[in-house]
């Protein structure tokens, strides 16, 4: 209680007779006691699915949500093109969502067996493979990239080329013009001087692409087995990288990407076994530079002051996403493929799909999900 306030109850009880007097300092003493900020309950303990396809399910009304609005949210789902939406909760599926057909054959139905590419999606998970990488002394963020791709990776001169970093590389800031012809296009002739590096923030697929040569060189092994020793086995996850034209597209089932987005929840932790460190986990969610707010390592950050998006220059006043949580942090990829992380509410949502429009990634699409989320995740 405020000391003053307490005083002031003093002298009044010295006014009142004495038969009111234990009453009014009882009263006093309960006051005293309760405090004025209380400590917030703590976040409940995550759910850690097994390796196998045991997974436990809860059903949105027992975790207060609105299941009269799931029909509308499935219509929503069918008519953008979606495989798969999965919505945790503590780590516990509370939707699960199946539809169309499958990539590889298009006669069957989409399931949760199916697999399904992460587009840009897949930047996130190279991001914490660079971090695990990091966390072992193979990588030095700090290092210049010619250091693990050798001089020469670029057509800048060698005083331009050894400005750029894996940092940079990490946070679309390297410099180089991405206003080429093809943007995927890894070859030194297509890799041209724009700005200094750090100076300028573009989302630029080229120098992302070439992690996978940073990190495969660093640690001595290929990225898919990498990947697989480090993440895949430890938390269950399923998947793989595959050449796709230029790029190196990471592929797996709808719940391996939730699998993911549970790592990311639990600050780079699965159950007990701590895969990439928590400090990492805490910058990829953090503006990386103030050039675009809503960027951090291969991560978009939601609820940012501004925010600049694939192919433009121009910076956008607020949220990427009004509609979602301002602590959400995204991985967004090519035709919708999303990991949306909600720390505050213990959330991970998952969608897998054909195009629902046809930006680089998938802002609107992401908000109008949320639009539709928000009526069922009433709390």
Known sequence: MNPLLQKGFLFLCDLLPMTHRILFISLLLLLSCKKDDPTPAPAKDLYFPTSGSTWEKITPASVGWDESKIPDLKSFLSASNSRALIVLKNGKIVIEEYLG????????????????????????????????????????????????????WTSLTALQ????????????????????TNKDCTDP??????????????YHNAPYTLLDGVISTAVGKTLNIYVSEQLLTKTGMDGQYIKTGDNNVFYSTPRSMARFGLLLLNKGKWD??????????????????????????LTWLNGKA???????????????????????????GKNGQIINVVPSK??????????????????????????????????
């Not at 139905?109 to 660079?130: C, E, H, I, P, Q």
């Not at 076994?273 to 960027?295: A, D, G, P, R, W």
């Not at 054909?354 to 949320?370: G, H, I, K, N, R």
């Open 101 to 152: 057909k499958q990539l590889v054959n298009p006669l069957l139905d989409f399931n949760s067996s199916s697999s399904w590419y992460w587009a840009s999606a897949g930047k996130t998970l190279t991001s914490a493979v660079v971090g695990i990488a990091e966390s072992q002394g193979k990588i030095n963020l700090d290092n210049k990239t010619s250091d693990y791709l050798g001089t020469g």
């Open 306 to 332: 501004s925010h600049i998006l694939p192919g433009l220059q121009t910076v956008f006043t607020g949220s990427i996403s009004p509609n979602a949580p301002a602590d959400m942090f995204a991985a967004m």
């Open 346 to 379: 213990n959330l991970v949502v998952v969608r897998m799909g054909d195009a629902p429009d046809t930006s680089l990634v998938p802002y609107l699409f992401q908000d109008d999900l949320w639009k539709k989320l928000n009526a069922v995740i009433t709390n």
């Open 189 to 202: 002739a297509c890799l041209i001087y724009k700005v200094d590096p750090g100076t300028r923030w573009a």
């Open 161 to 180: 080329e050894n400005k750029i970093t894996v940092l940079h590389q990490l946070t679309m800031t390297s410099g180089l013009d991405d206003g080429v």
């Open 272 to 297: 007990q076994t701590q895969i990439v460190t928590e400090t990492y986990i805490n910058l990829m969610k953090t503006s990386s530079q103030n050039l675009n707010l809503s960027y951090g390592y």
